[in-house]
């Protein structure tokens, strides 16, 4: 398994203790729009690469991408962003960056209702109750049913699957978060296992497969050692976000990664027993003492617990699939 970090465009603190922690695999963002350059041109794309090679990072995955909300919502100008989307999955081909985390979430991404929730510490991390959300207001794209999303996604895919084959980049789709259909009127289609199966099979190829989120798939009440082994059975198993969760779609909210309901190690040797070898990075962490949450989920304290926890993991596993080979 290729232990990774999110980081931003550009060396801040980050960078160097995720170096100093031993990471070596980077996934990135969009990058900036410099000299004249939009952030998906070849040419930025490049210059970011070689910032993170040049630090001691391979950059193996961006989570990002131009803007796709037309193609989610099938409105006009879908085409035009779909163009976008292929020049930037041929560009990242073409310096190299072979992972493209996406998503389907049509109007707003991942969700919650609180990102002040209290754990362990009085440590917070965001949390979600869709008791609060039943009679909030519809978005301005009104009522956005799953057969809608369905037919969009269709027609995306069939646009880009054959440019991503081409450019050898694996799309990696990510599973809704929250799991639960609707919020504020816009559906959400991709909510299990078997939903992100029925993705993968409208426009079947070998680069188009899944990010495996465990919270958000804990969340569904998918037992994660099965999704695992399902698609990594298929090699469909692109990315990885280590993390987990406490509750149901209905109420959870997110946890340290030594605090929630899957068992982690059991996850862990799993990914070592069926081959994994991608990248696979920590997600969503707790926000913690000293720190004043202006990136929930994404502040820095907890990431060098989530990271110091899945090295241990990672050697455990190692150690007992040697074991299970002598």
Request: charge should be negative; glycine fraction near 8%.
């Amino acid at each position: 398994m290729q232990l990774a970090e999110i980081f931003p465009s550009h060396p801040t603190r980050l960078w160097h203790l995720a170096k100093q922690m031993g990471v070596n695999y980077a996934v990135g963002p969009l990058p900036r729009e410099e000299n004249g350059w939009k952030p998906w041109e070849y040419m930025n794309l490049l210059h970011m690469k070689r910032r993170f090679e040049e630090f001691g990072l391979n950059l193996t995955v961006i989570e990002s991408a131009p803007p796709t909300n037309n193609i989610k919502l099938g409105l006009p100008g879908r085409d035009e962003e779909i163009e976008v989307m292929q020049q930037f999955i041929s560009n990242m081909g073409a310096v190299g960056i072979s992972v493209l985390c996406y998503n389907f979430m049509a109007q707003f991404n991942w969700f919650r209702t609180s990102t002040t929730t209290r754990t362990r510490g009085g440590a917070l991390v965001s949390s979600y109750e869709h008791e609060l959300m039943r009679n909030a207001p519809l978005t301005e794209a009104g009522i956005v049913t799953e057969e809608r999303l369905w037919d969009n996604l269709k027609y995306y895919l069939e646009r880009i699957v054959p440019v991503a084959e081409k450019a050898k980049v694996k799309l990696a789709l990510h599973p809704d978060d929250p799991p639960i259909s609707p919020i504020r009127g816009v559906s959400r289609i991709l909510r299990s296992a078997e939903a992100l199966q029925r993705a993968i099979d409208l426009v079947p190829s070998e680069y188009s497969g899944i990010t495996l989120c465990q919270g958000t798939l804990a969340t569904a009440g998918e037992h994660i050692p099965g999704v695992i082994r399902k698609f990594a059975a298929q090699n469909k198993l692109f990315f990885v976000h280590f993390r987990d969760v406490r509750g149901t779609a209905e109420k959870f909210e997110e946890t340290f990664h030594d605090d929630g309901k899957t068992n982690m190690l059991e996850a862990m040797k799993t990914y070592y027993e069926v081959g994994y070898n991608g990248p696979a990075r920590p997600d969503h962490v707790p926000t913690m003492e000293g720190e004043d949450n202006a990136h929930p989920g994404y502040e820095v304290l907890g990431r060098l617990f989530g990271v110091g926890y899945i090295k241990g993991l990672m050697e455990a596993a190692a150690a007992d699939s040697q074991a299970k080979r002598t």
